[in-house]
């Protein structure tokens, strides 16, 4: 029997921590007043804490007294890399009574504030909608003692395709419980490595994820969506975590300008990325999608990228089916230690949308009044 994976869902008081770094230098021109006005907006945010330098001393108590006090369910962090100091509340946090998962960080820093200083306006523009899409995800996660993957037994056909696809050996074949297929699969959850591969090699969606969630992802994408704006290129970047978002980190901390038309979703493995959040971030408005992992052999997850490539190269034939140009997605390798070969990507990515145009699907006639939050 597969473990039931998800707890109750908490309650939605989000308390957010916006670290205004200012020993760095790389933050003196970021507009936070104007992300501190935003966050506030959210009906969600009980409590909303501006931090000089949220690595500080006396941060963490902070957090531990505010969730208390507050009687906080969520922590969204606004600073710097997830690698560099997340953990740190995750476990003041963990000791404070709120599961780790349900603390997560929107980078504002290396993704924002250090790539984008030569556009302020532009800068604003994308930590509102990263705040927006961090919200959103925060908002859909379920407390979870690690990452890894489920499966609903009910909806198995027992293809064995997941069993097929796992690096990991995690995967096994076992009786069905209800006893309508032979048999359906059952993972591991102490195996797992969480790279979500076998969810998305699902044929009938009976896989998801404790975290990295299908409802996260499409929690996230929606926000994206519903902040799409005629007023600039809108591309949508799916990086994993072990190497397009490091390269991203690195891009950041070096201070590498890139073009600020891009919202960022970061994965654990390029794998997990479905093929229908492509088609549907297009199908809805996006001028285009840009998929990023490890270069092959430089998957953290061995063959997660090899998948990846295999896989998506249908999308650009659908893409043109559908009367939108293939060409507003692409697939691309990049390694955790070449920010300016992510840098040039994302910048040659954008570049190419601008020659392509908006998506035709969306007019400049195109109310935008369902964005639930404007501005
Ligand atoms: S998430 Fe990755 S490691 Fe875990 S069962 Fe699926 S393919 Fe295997
Ligand atoms: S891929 Fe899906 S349907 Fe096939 S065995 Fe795995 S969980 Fe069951």
Known sequence: ??????????????????????????????????LAA?????????????????????????????????????????????????EEFREAAGEAGINRYLVNAVNIREQISSIHEGDPAKARAKARDQFAMGMADILATRASSKVYALVDETRCSGCEICYTVCDKDTISMVPDPYGQVKN??????????????????????????????????????????????????????????????????????????????FRIIRTLCSGRVDPNWVLKAVSRGADGVLLMGGKPTKCHFKSGNLRTMTRMKLIKLLLDQMGLDGHRFRVEWVNPEEPEAYAQVVNEFISDLRQLGPNPLMSRDTDYSHAKYKG
């Open 184 to 261: 359906v699969a059952y993972i591991d959850p102490e195996k797992c490595w969480g790279c979500g591969v076998c969810v998305t090699s699902c044929p009938v969606d009976a896989m998801d994820m404790t975290v990295y969630s299908n409802d996260q992802m499409e929690a996230q994408l929606q926000a994206f969506l519903d902040r799409i704006s005629p007023d600039r290129t809108n591309a949508l970047v799916f990086a994993c975590h072990w190497c397009a978002y490091q390269a991203a980190d690195a891009a950041g901390a070096a201070g590498i300008p890139i073009d600020p038309d």
């Open 1 to 34: 029997m597969n473990p039931p994976g998800e707890s109750p869902a908490p309650g939605d008081r989000v308390g957010v921590y916006l670290c205004e770094c200012h020993s760095s230098g790389l933050c003196d021109r970021f507009d936070f007043d104007d």
């Open 38 to 86: 935003f966050a506030e907006e959210f009906p969600e945010t009980v409590l909303l804490r501006r931090d000089p330098k949220l690595c500080g001393e006396g941060s963490l108590q902070q957090l531990k007294d505010d969730i208390a006090d507050h009687d906080l369910d969520r922590i969204l962090l606004a600073t710097c890399a997830p690698d560099k100091h997340l």
